[in-house]
């Protein structure tokens, strides 16, 4: 088995919404992640899907340590990265990088991209010489698939376009050779035919670096094309886990069958099949015990749903789901209740 | 029966550098009950086709050229001033203009105004076009929550006690307010969270059914189109490049651009390939390449392409493509 780069084990991070100054009743919660756990493997790709508000985007804030976790630990090779204090958490900024979704916010306007480029390369100490930082950044540049690096480098964000600078963002994270990175909605924001380079140039650069990937994404589809293994989110836990190919195929959580389910394909002879879910998202603010998804779920069952909250559970090799009644939901013996939509 | 039908339609914008030709020589058809898809990446035109259909253009538009007939009278001909701007204002339009033709805009999220409750904003626009009283204004309000899914205490609230979901359907509602004929919606899901827009896509093919209109979907998304609608546009650099029935472009399409989008978009189902991408990025509209404007990207480029523009030619009965080398490439091969 390849080496753990990162473990995170029963992660929680909690935000209090503040009250104003003189009330004084106990704050307001919203349990933004809570208590979710994995392992990041050399060379592998974990996708981090679900939708707005699951807490995808801040367990890879938590990860590289941009925020704080309320409880739990996050361990890079061995050590809690949350006790990580001076030289050591410099070392540890190093290892890791993140890329950001939108690459018109990502990147400073008046920067070159060569002080882009070698900004983290003098705040790390990397390259004695302006000649090797010169030489670096060129390197880069053509590793994230600008070619020749010489042309870009003294060029500012405003005269590249969205995939150029994507690559650009691609590069400053590869530039300082960390050991991890974690990449948030990288292509969302790029058009269509720019948005399968840059994550065809993202897969390349795993399998030649065999560097892991914490990616981050809405789009089922995306992360099936880039991870190995799929972790699905809602309202702060992971509902289901496991290799990709088991989670589009056969998805087990009510939820994640729901979610593929909706998922348009572009096949217009297709018979679209839908799988029901009730409601909206409710507001994650001092979520109600037991399950977090049984206010949507036609499976729903009182006195165990609403008050036990589901572990993860190994039901095929592998694949964890997160549910009571997931046996008697694929057995058929549970039906599904409330009230389905008619199709179109 | 054709409702609308956009003919040779040309549109550019002036700016500091010159003239953007973002839509150039564009024809679409849309017939009654049925939902066009027009295809394409930002810059491509489709929002600015859209705008040009529900004549909400920006001051800088001029438009070259062609015509926009619906219901066999030509918008253009009432609003167009001499300079070939658009006067917003007309009166016909006016009528015309979300009676007829409504549009749900692309920043549902902000598209209301949030100091005014969502109820409100829909029943302004149902009185300034009716002659209604207020309380019947309002059930008809509630009869269009009830229909896209909102629940009926919700027409006291303010945009921001709204989910992106909800303000997306507010939206829909307040488009069919006055039951218009043609709906263009442009991305009216790309916002939103996968479960929220498959619920709201359904919802529009059941509107379909229901009341039979019009639509024309934008989107740059293939999935969407192939999902709801029954004819597609593609749009590249300011033109069409293909365009037919929705089966017939997605299994035989015949034009490289089409291709490269096909095979760039991640799928779940069948088996997992290697995406193509297209190299390049799209052209600045300012100075667009000369000949077939997709030719510095196309993988097929020959010299010709780089020198004649190719005609839209008709490949099999009702599919279009403007390619020099359609005819090898049809069937997707």
Redesign the interface.
């Known amino acids: 088995m390849a080496e753990v780069i990162l473990k995170v084990e029963n992660m929680k991070k909690y935000y209090e919404l503040s009250r104003g100054l003189l009330s004084f009743k106990k704050p307001d919660v919203v349990k933004a992640v809570d208590g979710i756990s994995f392992e990041l493997h050399e060379g592998e790709i974990i996708g981090l899907v679900g939708?707005?508000g699951c807490g995808k985007t801040t367990t890879g804030r938590v990860v590289v340590r941009l925020e704080m976790p309320t409880g739990g630990n996050v361990m890079f090779k061995g050590k809690d990265i949350t006790k990580l204090e001076g030289d050591e958490l410099r070392e540890f900024r190093k290892s890791v990088q993140m890329i950001f979704q939108d690459p018109y916010e990502s990147l400073n306007p008046r920067f070159t991209i060569f002080k882009t480029l070698t900004e983290p390369l003098i705040v790390n100490g990397i390259g004695e010489t302006y000649e090797e930082r010169v030489d670096l950044a060129i390197k880069a540049l053509e590793e994230a698939g600008l070619k020749p690096g010489e042309e870009y480098i003294g060029r500012y964000p405003h005269e590249l376009?969205?995939?150029?600078r994507q690559r650009v963002a691609i590069a400053r994270a590869l530039i300082i050779n960390p050991k991890f990175i974690v990449a948030d909605e990288p292509v969302s924001m790029l058009?269509?035919?720019?948005?399968?380079?840059v994550?065809?140039l993202m897969l390349d650069l795993k399998e030649k670096y065999n560097l892991p990937i914490i990616f981050i994404t809405?789009?089922?589809?995306?992360a099936?094309?880039m991870s190995d293994k799929i972790l699905v989110m809602y309202l702060g836990k992971v509902v289901e886990e496991g290799p990709t190919?088991s989670i589009?195929f056969d998805p087990l959580h009510p939820y994640t069958r729901?979610?593929?389910?909706?998922?348009?394909?572009?096949?217009?002879?297709?018979k679209?099949e839908?799988i029901p879910?009730k409601g909206?998202?409710p507001s994650p603010i001092n979520l109600p015990p037991g399950c977090r998804f049984a206010s949507r779920c036609v499976y729903f069952q009182k006195g165990v749903c609403d008050v036990k909250d589901p572990e993860l559970r190994e039901i095929k090799k592998g694949h964890f789901v997160a549910c009571h009644f997931v046996e008697k939901i694929l057995s058929g013996e549970l039906k599904p209740t409330g009230e389905v939509?008619?199709?179109? | 029966m054709v409702l609308l039908s956009v003919q040779d339609l040309t549109i550019h914008y002036k700016v500091a550098s010159g003239w953007v030709r973002a839509v150039e020589n564009v024809s679409i058809d849309v017939d009654s009950k049925e939902t066009l898809g027009l295809v394409g990446e930002s810059g491509s035109g489709k929002t600015t086709l859209a705008y040009a259909i529900t004549q909400l253009l920006p001051k800088n538009a001029y438009v070259k050229g062609g015509k926009i007939i619906y219901q066999g009278k030509d918008l253009l001909k009432l609003s167009m001033k001499d300079d070939g701007t658009l006067d917003i204002f007309n009166e016909e339009i006016r009528k015309i203009r979300w009676k007829d033709i409504s549009m749900i805009f692309q920043a549902a999220l902000n598209a209301f105004n949030p100091v005014y409750k969502v109820g409100d904003q829909i029943i302004e626009a149902i009185m300034a076009h009716k002659d209604i009283e207020y309380e019947d204004a309002r059930k008809e309000v509630e009869r269009l929550y009830e229909f896209v899914g909102i629940p009926k205490d919700r027409i006291d609230n303010y945009p921001h006690e709204y989910s992106g979901g909800m303000k997306q359907r507010a939206m829909i509602a307040m488009a069919l307010a006055l039951s218009p004929r043609l709906v263009l919606a442009d991305e009216p899901t790309t916002a939103l969270d996968v479960i929220t827009q498959d619920r709201i896509l359904l919802e529009i093919q059941n509107l379909q059914k229901e009341t039979g209109i019009s639509m024309i979907l934008i989107t740059h998304d293939v999935s969407v189109v192939a999902e709801v609608s029954n004819k597609v546009a593609v749009m590249y650099a300011g033109k069409i490049v293909e365009k037919g029935s929705t089966v017939e472009v997605f299994k035989h399409y015949a034009h490289p651009y089409t291709e490269g989008l096909m095979a760039s978009f991640p799928t779940i189902v069948g088996e997992k390939r290697r995406l193509a991408s297209i190299p390049g990025s799209p052209p600045d509209l300012v100075n667009p390449p000369k000949g077939c404007r997709f030719h510095p990207r196309c993988p097929y480029a020959k010299d010709i392409c780089m020198e004649q523009e190719p005609p839209l030619i008709e490949i099999s009965p009702g599919h279009f493509t403007a390619c020099h080398f359609a005819r090898e490439l049809y069937g997707g091969k």
């Open positions: 939708e707005t376009s969205g995939g150029q058009d269509v035919s720019i948005r399968s380079g994550l065809n809405h789009d089922i589809a995306v099936r094309y190919e589009i729901a979610l593929l389910s909706a998922v348009p394909v572009p096949d217009p002879e297709r679209h839908r879910i909206d998202i939509k008619a199709q179109a």
